[in-house]
Every structure is written in C-alpha cells, then in structure tokens.
Nanobody
Framework: QVQLVESGGGLVQAGGSLRLSCAASGRTFSSYSMGWFRQAPGKEREFVAA????????YYADSVKGRSTISRDNAKNTMYLQMNSLKPEDTGVYYC?????????WGQGTQVTVSS
C-alpha cells in the first residue's frame, strides 16, 4: 500500500515561491514514477509536473514550465515541487501521485493560494 502525504502549501503573494513536498511510504519508492496535479475551484484537475523513478526525466505543463522544478530524494522517500514567480492562476489544491504496480495512488492534497 502506497501512502502519500503532501505539505508545504500556503498563502503567498504573487511573485513569491513555495516548495511542496510529497512524502511516500513503501519500500519501493525509488521505483515509482511520480508527479503533481492541481485543481482550481470550479475547474478540472490538471497536470502540473512529473518525474521518473530516477529523477533523470522530468515533464512540465506549459503553464508552469520555467517557473517550477520537480525533484525527488529517493533516500528520503520524498518528492518536491519548487514553484517560483507564482501567479494568482496557480491557486488550487495540489495533489501528488505515484504510479506503482500498475496502479495510481494519490495524496490528500495541499492548498496553494496566490494573492494578487
């Protein structure tokens, strides 16, 4: 069973930065492909970023490319999303996910609010 717990969300002014963390359980963390989605009020959940098992390959939505960096520390069973130059449209609940054993697993989400 994979359990994911996000943290690091909060209220920040436009132009500010946040670093989200996703701590995962499981003995095979280093084998998971992982990533982030977000959901703004009244909108569908959308892809933000993804990272492969080794961290050697990363992928970003156009909306965050150049402003965000996804990374992972397999020794700490933790994935990160560093977000800079935040905009009000980045507001939403951020969910981390992991792909393991042919199944996807999700965290409970962390709220990010960017004020203008």
């Amino acid at each position: 069973q994979v359990q994911l717990v996000e943290s690091g969300g909060g209220l920040v002014q436009a132009g500010g930065s946040l670093r989200l963390s996703c701590a995962a359980s499981g003995r095979t963390f280093s084998s998971y492909s992982m990533g982030w989605f977000r959901q703004a009020p009244g909108k569908e959940r959308e892809f933000v970023a993804a990272i492969n098992w080794s961290g050697g390959n990363t992928y970003y939505a156009d909306s965050v490319k150049g402003r965000s960096t996804i990374s992972r520390d397999n020794a700490k069973n933790t994935m990160y999303l560093q977000m800079n130059s935040l905009k009000p449209e980045d507001t939403g609940v951020y969910y981390c996910y992991a792909l393991s054993g042919g199944s996807d697993h999700w965290g409970q989400g962390t709220q990010v609010t960017v004020s203008s």
